[in-house]
């Protein structure tokens, strides 16, 4: 299944999105995790990743935030090549992410946590910081009335001072989550944010990443295995199956494409959900 504008390979035929991936390879060793994978991401828009354990979603991401380099291929961020940036320099450009496993600072209180994000757009330097000058705390001010927005925003405030090593994991996932928020995103990468979540936990994510593109007009790009999630809040979902392109559209066009469904068989459960979603 191929969408309209999109071509036979299963990627857009031109630099169409906010973030627009073309060919993209990575070899390790003698496998080729990723193999020629192409997609746009709109702006303002919540695409999805989904595919069975293996499948290269992750490496995609990890790609994209230049954590790995690739083989070959090109990605463009607002038209600006990013295979060559350090991974230092993503951030600074709009892109935030979180991890399957939270990386956070646990013997910090939240509210230290969410400061962090905002140094990636530091303007003042060591000596203003380490004097205290006026700029130095205009720029801190600021700082903590955005993380406070956040907290709000992800109803953090009852945990505003609290460490977070003693958080339940559910509200952990939640402060890494407004921790890449106070990075000031235009593009978000969720590395599945449903992973270790109870129902009601899962439903609440599903409302915080409505909010972050309604509210702070942040777009999205999720990898989810949980399909209620995904046919929830996708706009479109891309398959992925041993670093290739299986088909992308809508949730359920998705689901419908006999490939997807023969990607999943011998994982029940997964099978289950897709035709739940449906």
Known sequence: MTSKGFDAAGGPGGDTGLLSVRDLSVRFGGVLAVDHVSFDVAAGEVLTLIGPNGAGKTTVFNLISRLVAPSGGSIRWQ???????????????????????????????????????????????????????????????????????????????????????????????????????????RLLLLDEPSSGLNVEETEDMSWWI???????????????????????????????????????????????????????LGAIDDVASLRRAA
């Open 79 to 185: 038209g600006r090549e990013l295979t060559a940036l350090p991974a230092h320099a993503i951030a600074a450009l709009g892109i935030a992410r979180t991890f399957q496993n939270i990386e956070l600072f646990e013997h910090a209180s939240v509210l230290q946590n969410l400061l962090i994000g905002f140094h990636v757009h530091r303007r003042t330097g060591f000596w203003a910081d380490l004097l205290h000058t006026p700029s130095a705390r205009r720029g801190e001010l600021a700082a903590r009335r955005k993380a406070e927005e956040v907290m709000d925003l992800l109803r953090l405030q009852p945990h505003r001072d609290a460490l977070v090593a003693g958080l339940p994991y559910g509200v952990r996932k939640v402060v890494e989550l407004a921790r890449a928020l106070c990075t000031g995103p």
């Open 210 to 264: 409505r909010d972050i593109r309604s509210e702070l007009g942040v777009t999205v790009l999720m990898v989810e295995h949980d399909m209620s999630l995904v046919s929830r809040v996708s706009d479109r979902v891309l398959a992925i199956n041993q670093g290739r392109v299986l088909a992308q559209g809508t949730p359920r066009e998705v689901q419908a494409h006999p490939g997807v469904a023969e990607a999943y």
